[in-house]
């Protein structure tokens, strides 16, 4: 149990298009969801915690307009990046929580490698 | 805010041995302290978790010590194996649990040679 998917794995895109990601929870329904970006050899940077039905808490130094979130259901949250850059490309990972799992443990996604050219 | 440190070297060691990984915080003491595992390219697995006061914990070969008066917490993984090498994070969660924010230290990359 406790499985969390992203789509896409891999994107490539142009410099000033924007591009969504998708977390899903498959079998359980997530309270909580966050959001992390990863650079090459590197730590996990939390970018933003998404509550279902509420706007999501950024990080300091995080821009809300360039990074959307939407907590649409229990089991969804996306991410899209907006008018991407170069200095976007990172790996995203998305992770999820549950009261009825004890809350304090944070299930993650695969993770997806963005690439803007 | 919180600090957290963990050994930024590579940790090579001989298949059968023990790995001990260390995990320093500064600050405040969390209310938990997690390990995670994380394969090139993938996402953090979730290993084991220890409350601030618990002292050790265990999951078949894992291992997990927590001292809050040294601010540190070991991972000791026994009986090494080659499938055990990828990046070890620890991360913690404040007192407050506010909006159940991990933060994570950078994590060091076990190599278990065969």
């Known amino acids: 149990g406790a499985v969390v998917s992203q789509h896409p794995s891999r994107v490539i895109c142009k410099s000033g298009t924007s591009v969504k990601i998708e977390c899903r929870s498959l079998d359980f329904q997530a309270t909580t969801m966050f959001w992390y970006r990863q650079f090459p050899k590197k730590s996990l940077m939390l970018m933003a915690t998404s509550n279902e039905g509420s706007k999501a808490t950024y990080e300091q130094g995080v821009e809300k307009d360039k990074f959307l979130i939407n907590h649409a259901s229990l089991t969804l949250s996306t991410l899209t990046v907006t008018s991407a850059h170069p200095e976007d490309s990172s790996f995203y990972i998305c992770?999820?929580?549950?009261?009825?799992?004890?809350?304090?443990?944070?299930?993650f996604g695969p993770g997806t490698r963005l690439t803007v050219t | 805010s919180q600090k957290i440190e963990q050994n930024s070297e590579a940790l090579n060691i001989q298949e059968g041995k023990t790995a001990t990984l260390t995990c320093n915080y500064t600050?405040?003491?969390?209310?938990?302290l997690q390990w995670y595992r994380q394969d090139p390219g993938r996402g953090p697995v979730f290993l084991l978790l220890?409350?601030?006061?618990?002292k050790e914990k265990r999951k078949e070969r894992l291992k997990v010590t927590f001292d809050t008066t040294l601010k540190q917490s070991l991972f000791h993984i026994t009986a090494s194996q080659p499938a055990d090498s990828a990046t070890y994070l620890c991360?913690?969660?404040?007192?407050?649990?506010?909006?159940?924010?991990?933060?994570f230290g950078g994590g060091t990359r076990v190599l278990v040679k065969p």
């Open positions: 600050n405040y003491s969390p209310a938990y």
């Open positions: 220890i409350r601030e006061n618990e």
């Open positions: 992770s999820a929580s549950s009261r009825d799992r004890g809350s304090y443990e944070q299930y």
């Open positions: 991360a913690l969660l404040p007192p407050e649990a506010a909006g159940n924010k991990l933060t």
